[in-house]
Nanobody, 130 residues
Framework: QVQLVESGGGLVQAGGSLRLSCAAS????????MGWFRQAPGKEREFVAT????????VYTDSVKGRFTISIDNAQNTVYLQMNSLKPEDTAVYYC???????????????????????WGQGTQVTVSS
């Protein structure tokens, strides 16, 4: 199992920016993909963005395209989520996720549902005020 530790959440006004970080305790031989999910109050956890461990490809949910950027620092085993032009509807607990099993989707750098995730972080709160 890989431990994932998030940081960087907080309270920000609409239009503002935040950067989330997720540090993995180690890189397993088979770390294929990392990403971010979020869960708003009363809603299901949903996919936000993923990145292949190599950094060669990224995938975003439609609602954050053009506003959020996912990146990875392989030397530090850390993935980042830069969030710009934040909206109140972005308010949620953000969870870091990792894929290690080597499924077809993970090898493609995709984790679109909860069953495709092998490891979760503890979550960090992001609150956007209007």
């Amino acid at each position: 199992q890989v431990q994932l530790v998030e940081s960087g959440g907080g309270l920000v006004q609409a239009g503002g920016s935040l950067r989330l970080s997720c540090a993995a305790s180690r890189r397993t031989f088979s770390m294929y993909v990392m990403g971010w999910f979020r869960q708003a109050p009363g809603k299901e956890r949903e996919f936000v963005a993923t990145i292949k461990w190599s950094g060669s490809s990224t995938v975003y949910t439609d609602s954050v395209k053009g506003r959020f950027t996912i990146s990875i620092d392989n030397a530090q085993n850390t993935v980042y989520l830069q969030m710009n032009s934040l909206k109140p509807e972005d308010t949620a607990v953000y969870y870091c996720a990792a894929g290690r099993r080597g499924t077809f989707d993970q090898r493609m750098g995709v984790m679109r549902d909860l069953t495709s995730v092998d490891d979760w972080g503890q979550g960090t709160q992001v609150t956007v005020s209007s």
